[in-house]
């Protein structure tokens, strides 16, 4: 990504902080701490991430457990606090802070705390960043799989590879697929493409329903398609994709 970036002339700082910020005849003058440069902007976003406002509560007096530092509230698979009766859902709840989780979280404290049985599983949980090309994810990466002790093979599919992505013009990015030895079951899969979150959300079905390598390369996906890529990135770990007829079954 940051040579993408780098590519439309956006200058990257990494591990910089930014030691003063001023504001006058409406543009910004940034100074950084590490080499003193300035850079004079018309616009400063700060994306900081978002800590709940959990602290003035007195989240104590109800007797309800809490992360001081992140301002999260610990919660169960049924959204319930350390105290029975209470529930957090959302993004003061300790779980990933994606809409699509506090929806589901939100949905099921309801159900829950009006004497209903629902639980949310957090152990699937694909994620997207929507920049131009996009990055998503879901699942093990091969580390996460290898540092649980599983065996693993990969595939990783180049975007030139992929019949849409050539249509469109696109000439970085990849699908990743990580696979469990030696039932070949489907583990996880990264992407890095202009439509990488309709890839995901493929292998996120397909995890869920524990197909394997050799379930996605026999499944029929539409030609042209987003999720033809993870047609091709399975039956990538047993031909050479490059030498198959278009559409190769």
């Not at 992360?67 to 957090?88: C, K, L």
């Not at 799989?145 to 990969?154: F, H, K, Q, S, V």
């Amino acid at each position: 990504m940051q040579a993408l970036m780098e590519d439309e002339r956006i200058q990257i700082h990494c591990e910089t902080l930014v030691e003063r910020v001023q504001f006058q005849h409406d543009v910004f003058e940034l100074t950084l701490a590490s080499s003193k440069a300035t850079f004079l902007v018309d616009a400063l976003l700060v994306a900081s991430g978002r800590k709940p406002s959990t602290a003035a509560l007195n989240l104590e007096a109800a007797g309800v457990s809490w992360d001081s530092a992140t301002g999260m509230i610990p919660v169960d698979a049924h959204m319930r606090t350390n105290v029975p009766h209470i529930y957090a859902a959302g993004d003061c709840a300790q779980m990933p802070q994606l809409v699509y989780v506090a929806a589901a979280a939100g949905t099921r404290a309801a159900i829950n705390m009006t004497n209903g049985e629902a639980y949310l599983d957090l152990s699937l949980v694909p994620w997207v960043i929507f920049c131009e090309p996009q990055v998503a994810a879901v699942g093990l990466t091969e580390a996460e799989a290898r540092a649980r002790g599983l065996n693993t093979e990969t595939r990783t599919l180049p975007i030139t590879s992929v019949p849409r992505s050539i249509v469109h013009g696109e000439k970085i990015g990849f699908l990743k697929l990580v696979a469990e030895k030696p039932s070949m079951r489907i583990l996880g899969a990264q992407a890095v493409a202009a439509e990488a979150s309709d890839m995901i959300s493929t292998v996120a079905v397909a995890i869920r329903g524990q197909l394997t390598v050799a379930d996605l390369a026999a499944m029929l996906l539409p030609y042209l398609t987003a999720s033809e890529a993870v047609k091709l990135v399975a039956q990538s770990f047993t031909h050479d994709v490059h030498q198959l007829s278009c559409c190769a079954g």
